[in-house]
């Protein structure tokens, strides 16, 4: 007879009792366990967690057909049963009710932050679910399908973040490159995105161009990089230099050649700067004294290499002390940034020695570039 009494405090199988007796399970389980230690609770816990695996099974059901596979939502299901086993207090009213809830929750959870095709901002995936909701309401209110506004209305939401909540929705379920296209053709939807890209052919010969062009001296850098990226005329280039248009004909073919000849080689051969022809480009400083003044004359272009040799040229002047110091640009064919800074560094030396400082005899095309630099040259 007491054996009969203690059989009733126990969970039943499913066999015996059905799904509608869950609550009546529930509180078999929690008298149960109410006098054992936490680690002889369990197999209570596992007879109460088989025993609702069918309600958790039929809440699972109610979400198929919506991109996710049953087996996975079953899982999840059941996930959400042990979690509402584990929590469940009889004082707190009945556990089918407090099941559901945990269940479904658990449900909609992996619909939110585990089925996306990619990566989508939390919030943005919650205002993805209140748009659908408002989109069937107003659907259903005006017979047709609302408007961004009609929706901004509904949810007090700027239209932006509507319009990217909708944009977004497309990457829950993103088409798969691999799909077919249709029909018996064997073609994939991947085949229809995309062309070939010719410009994949010359990656080797623009890497090694672009090696090779760092073997050039800086003139001819310069210039090559003005006709063929710049777009100037041999004329204009002349011009720039200070150097005849044939010259710089002379000085295109030259490098080409070179380049030509180098990309067939193994090894790029030595580049021949010709002695007949002097080298306008090179940096040429010379400091001379004149009577109480100092003159330091500048040829040449003038970039990072010549920039240092120009500051100290600068310095020492300014640093003698003289009645003035000309720096004088005739020869100067242009300037890069490192040119640029070195004249200003004897500058502001000129200024705090309080040496009288005068660029003269500028080219026009480097007196735009001093100018622009707040370097005010002379007027000769």
Do not use: C
Not at 146 to 170: F, Y
């Amino acid at each position: 007879m007491f054996g009969q009494t203690s059989t009733t405090t126990t969970t039943p199988p499913p066999t015996d009792r059905g799904l509608e007796d869950l609550d009546a399970a529930a509180l078999a389980y929690a008298a149960r366990i109410a006098g054992l230690p936490p680690e002889r609770r369990g197999e209570a816990r596992d007879d109460l967690v088989r025993f609702a695996l069918p309600f958790a099974g039929r809440l699972a059901r109610r979400y198929r057909g919506r991109g996710e596979p049953l087996e996975d939502l079953e899982q999840v299901a059941r996930l959400g049963l042990v979690n509402a086993v584990d929590r469940y207090d009889p004082e707190r009213g009945s556990f089918t009710a407090y099941a559901a809830i945990t269940i479904v929750g658990e449900i909609k959870r992996h619909f939110r932050d585990r089925t996306w095709g990619v990566h989508v901002p939390r919030r943005l995936r919650d205002l993805i679910l209140e748009v659908g909701q408002a989109t069937a309401a107003l659907t259903s209110e005006l017979s047709r399908a609302p408007s961004v506004a009609e929706l901004s209305a509904r949810l007090e939401t700027p239209e932006e973040e509507i319009l990217a909540a909708l944009e977004s929705a497309a990457g829950y379920s993103p088409a798969s490159l691999n799909a077919p296209v249709g029909g018996e053709s064997s073609a994939e939807f991947g085949d229809l995105v995309g062309e070939s890209d010719n410009a994949l052919e010359s990656v080797d010969d623009r890497v090694t161009v672009s090696g090779l062009l760092h073997r050039l001296p800086w003139r001819e850098r310069r210039i090559l990089a003005m006709r063929f990226y710049g777009n100037q005329t041999q004329a204009e280039i002349a011009a720039r230099f200070g150097i005849s248009q044939m010259h710089v004909s002379r000085l295109l073919s030259r490098a080409l050649t070179w380049l030509r000849q180098a990309m067939l080689a193994d090894a790029p051969p030595p580049w021949q700067n010709g002695a007949a022809e002097p080298d306008p480009g090179k940096t040429r400083i010379s400091v001379k004294q004149n009577g109480d003044r100092v003159v330091v004359e500048v040829g040449g272009e003038i970039d990072r290499d010549g920039a240092d040799q120009l500051r100290r040229a600068m310095l020492e002047a300014v640093t003698g002390q003289p009645s003035e110091v000309v720096v004088d640009l005739v020869g100067a064919g242009g300037f890069d940034a490192g040119g640029i800074a070195a004249l200003m560094a004897g500058h502001e030396a000129a200024e705090r020695t309080g040496v009288p400082l005068r660029l003269t005899r500028v080219q026009p095309a480097v007196r735009r570039s001093l100018t622009a630099a707040g370097l005010a040259p002379a007027r000769d």
